[in-house]
């Protein structure tokens, strides 16, 4: 399989398993009651069965009967399900969830789901029991390649904080006590130069404090660091010595930006693309960009859930863009008087069973077995048709406008289909 391919393959089932974890970390049971247990590839499924069944002994002496029946109908299930697994467990490992989850009106439903193959191997047997599932460990395997450290400043405010595969994440400010140019009243021009190169210096030692708290325990793990602001800011900043030097010598290089808040993050990361060229944002910037120039000055774009999915079923459709943030279903409404099939994208928290035919306004029902996750269903045409698949992050620009402005669905087509 080529790297694309690999890579394509990866980000579906990096988007598979943010689905589930986000259902596993809605739920709460009412004590300590849904099971979480880690296995690696290397550890025995016999083994696991064994210290299931143990746990289940034991679950046995907890004093509350609601508890103590939910803790072993849990480990029963995940002991039913390593039934179906031989000597070891599959590549990589598994994650197993059981547990009795609140369902609203003092009601509980038993979930149980099985995760097999994370993107990165389990290292360690784990086995925890607590009012919420354990998927912190799964959250970071699913954290993108990739990390730089980001700093923009100016003499007024500053801000720290990560790229971290594709996602922009802000984690410290501060603002600055530097006096503007005019000096007040009764100062002498000398005095009040000094205070002022004194509180430039001291917010300088303040922003290096907060850079080198963040970055340098992640020192071995830094892929590099960016540094952002107008001139001279960043340059006085970088050669005044103010960083720590293991994260002095991390320095790829110095861009000009014009905001210095949360926003100038993004902006930091935009101008450093020549820096950032492997980096996975640029990758999604790149393809959004040929999106762009197709929108605005060719015919291979197609954007929306309907113009791209028709475009798709054409075998038209050479990469599918679709927002990483998005979490939609389709719904189709299936009208038996005229035989058309209208649909829908929702949120998933919003089906209408009832539906008007666009066709012959006749009065459809649809039921939840006529409802889909939204993604799976277009990437399920573009695997037939041979379309390569993009997941864009929203942060940046143009990944943002991708679900805010098209629904978070487009695509470059090989050829113009007028669609």
């Given at each position: 399989m080529s790297q694309e391919g690999e890579q394509e393959q990866s980000d579906r089932k990096k988007y598979e398993f943010r689905k589930v974890i986000e259902d596993l970390t809605n739920y709460e049971g009412s004590g300590t009651q849904l099971v979480t247990i880690y296995v690696p590839e290397d550890r025995q499924v016999s083994d696991v069965v064994q210290h299931v069944t143990q746990e289940h002994s034991e679950a046995a002496n907890i004093k509350s009967k609601q508890t103590r029946t939910n803790v072993q109908d849990a480990l029963t299930s995940i002991k039913d399900r390593l039934r179906y697994y031989d000597t070891y467990p599959p590549e990589n490992g598994m994650v197993l969830f059981s547990g009795a989850v609140d369902s609203g009106g003092g009601q509980t439903d038993m979930v149980t789901r099985v995760l097999e193959s994370p993107p990165q191997p389990v290292e360690s047997f784990r086995y925890h029991c607590d009012s919420d599932f354990l998927t912190e460990p799964l959250e970071e395997m699913l954290a993108?390649?990739?990390?730089?450290?980001?700093?923009?400043?100016?003499r007024r405010e500053a801000n720290v904080g990560w790229l971290k595969g594709k996602r922009i994440e802000p984690v410290k400010s501060a603002s600055s006590l530097v006096p503007g140019k005019q000096r007040k009243g009764g100062q002498s021009a000398q005095r009040f130069a000094r205070l002022r190169l004194e509180a430039i210096d001291n917010f300088y030692q303040e922003v290096a404090g907060m850079a080198n708290d963040l970055f340098v325990p992640k020192r071995h793990d830094l892929d590099g660091i960016l540094v952002g602001g107008p001139s001279p800011t960043k340059d006085e900043f970088l050669d005044g010595d103010y960083l720590h030097h293991e994260i002095q010598d991390k320095v790829l290089g110095k861009f000009d930006v014009a905001y210095t808040d949360e926003s100038g993050l993004k902006d930091l990361v935009d101008n450093a693309e020549d820096a950032l060229a492997d980096a996975e944002v640029m990758k999604d910037k790149r393809q959004m960009e040929e999106f762009f120039e197709e929108l605005n000055a060719g015919e291979l774009a197609t954007y929306g859930f309907e113009q791209t999915r028709r475009n798709l079923m054409?075998?038209?459709?050479d990469r599918l863009l679709i927002s990483e943030d998005l979490r939609?279903?389709?719904?189709?409404?299936?009208?038996?008087?005229?035989?058309?099939?209208?649909r829908e994208v929702i949120d998933r928290r919003k089906f209408t069973p009832e539906h008007t035919c666009s066709e012959c306004e006749s009065e459809v029902e649809a039921t939840d077995e006529d409802r889909e996750d939204a993604i799976d269903h277009l990437i399920e045409i573009a695997e037939q048709r041979g379309t390569e698949t993009k997941f864009i992050s929203t942060d940046f620009e143009k990944g943002e406008q991708l679900y805010d402005a098209f629904g978070g669905f487009a695509g470059l087509l090989r050829y113009s289909t007028g669609v």
């Open positions: 993108d390649k990739g990390l730089y450290g980001l700093v923009v400043l100016d054409m075998g038209a459709v939609k279903d389709v719904v189709s409404y299936d009208c038996e008087e005229c035989g058309n099939t209208d």
